[in-house]
């Protein structure tokens, strides 16, 4: 294992592959860790290193908190934008689904290789945000999950392109192994695997109609319809004034998140 060069981003990071998948972590102080782990995801474009401040600040709260590079992230990161918005559902349900069980796996050599065998928490921002959402339907382990931007809906119907509120993205059609990992891993259509004490913060923007906060709202009430008791598990919040650029780009709201995964009071 490699530390990091010491700046002011990467200071206590380390990295490592995982069969083959890029990772960084922070750990917590001996004398802080609870023996738990904290998975942070970053939003498309991002890599292991994006969110770097993140995984500190529960690194210090005593998590052992780790990332990964999303799947295509590290290999044609350049690129990646591109490919996902000329065809979407192609692209980025495999980069969901892909990531969400390279993020498990991840999770089984943190637990073993350190001994940490307590609680898992995940989270992230928008593209991350889902992923976090799909890995809790997962893994039953997680018991936290905090995700801004995010969307457990992986259909987005009126999706539009982030800069352009105007322009709507033509999703196109999945592969046929995409189409897998959506019946298996989408939450919207798997809504007995979150049926269980998993407690989720979704912070959303009204003004966001890159990732329509209806997507989550429909998502919550249809979980709550088959599991009412649910309801008092998932809280959604829809922040006034907050398009998708400047949701993930609020620090509050993300120390909100952080503040919500380890258990900290909410102010």
């Not at 004398?31 to 998975?39: F, H, R």
């Not at 069980?101 to 928490?121: C, G, I, P, Q, S």
């Not at 997680?142 to 509120?165: H, L, Q, Y």
Request: charge should be negative; include cysteine.
């Amino acid at each position: 294992m490699k530390e990091c060069e010491q700046n002011f981003d990467y200071i206590n990071m380390e990295f490592e592959y995982v069969d083959n998948i890029p990772v960084a972590f922070c750990r917590p102080d001996k004398e802080k860790s609870n023996n738990s782990i904290a998975v942070w995801l970053p939003y498309l474009g991002g890599n292991k290193e994006t969110g770097a401040k993140e995984l500190q600040r529960l690194a210090a709260h005593g998590y052992f908190s780790v990332s990964i590079d999303p799947w295509l992230h590290n290999e044609r990161k350049d690129e990646i934008r591109n490919l996902v918005f000329s065809d979407f559902k192609a692209y980025m349900w495999q980069i969901l689904g892909i990531t969400a069980m390279n993020a498990y796996r991840v999770v089984d050599w943190a637990a073993d290789t350190f001994k940490l065998h307590d609680e898992v928490v995940a989270g992230g921002l928008s593209m991350g945000g889902d992923i976090a959402i799909a890995l809790a339907g997962i893994d039953t382990r997680i018991s936290r999950v905090g995700a801004v931007a995010a969307s457990p809906d992986w259909n987005r119907p009126g999706m539009t392109d982030v800069m352009d509120s105007k322009k709507i993205i033509e999703q196109g059609n999945p592969t046929n192994f995409g189409k897998w990992l959506y019946n298996e891993l989408n939450p919207m259509t798997n809504l007995a695997t979150f049926h269980r004490p998993l407690q989720m913060h979704i912070e959303l923007g009204k003004s966001d109609t890159h990732i329509n906060p209806q997507w989550t709202i429909a998502f919550k009430q249809e979980l709550c319809r088959d599991y009412p008791a649910v309801e008092r598990n998932l809280e959604v919040v829809i922040n006034e004034g907050y398009d998708h650029l400047s949701l993930v780009q609020s620090k509050g709201i993300i120390d909100r998140t952080i503040r919500f995964m380890t258990g900290e009071k909410q102010k």
